[in-house]
């Protein structure tokens, strides 16, 4: 079950089911089971050329094939903990051993919660998004960005 897989990564698993039970996020720890890499909204988004939520997840849902969370304007693909020790881009930071990530209940993806949904549901348990992927996405976002840029000065 996901959820148990998850739970994991919990400092005080009792805790954070009540915190999931409540509707709200668990901190979860990155760098042992999972790690997760924080894109900002208007890189996604320009990637996914489009800004409704759902068009967006599911975008992020072929293109990474794994899940992603989206909190508060951006967007965390978990990745393997091993994506850390290599990651390195300064659009898009790689959470690090020792960092804490805000994860909501398994069962929400309501793109209209301000704490946070899962964009991207993990189907299984520990179902990860390729970290090259993840960077793929990056590079074609600075791609069409540098694009319009360009075309906006003719």
């Known amino acids: 079950m ?14 954070a089911r009540w915190e999931w039970s409540e509707g709200g996020l668990t901190f979860l720890r990155c760098g042992e089971l999972l790690t997760a890499i924080r894109l900002p909204g208007d890189l996604v988004r320009t990637a996914a050329a489009s800004s409704d ?6 975008y992020l849902a072929e293109v990474l094939d794994g899940p ?3 909190s508060r304007g951006r967007y965390y693909p978990l990745v393997l903990p091993s ?51 993840v960077l793929h996405l990056v590079q074609l976002a600075q791609h069409r960005l540098s694009g319009q840029e360009a075309g906006d000065g003719n």
């Open 2 to 15: 996901v959820q148990d897989w998850l739970l994991a990564a919990a400092p005080d698993v009792q805790q």
């Open 53 to 58: 939520p759902t068009e967006v997840g599911t």
């Open 68 to 70: 992603v969370i989206a």
């Open 83 to 133: 994506a850390g020790v290599a990651w390195q881009h300064p659009d898009a930071e790689c959470l690090a051993r020792g960092t804490w990530l805000g994860v909501p209940p398994v069962t929400e993806t309501n793109c209209q919660n301000p704490l946070g949904y899962w964009a991207v549901p993990m189907r299984r348990p520990g179902e990860l998004c390729d970290a090259n992927a």
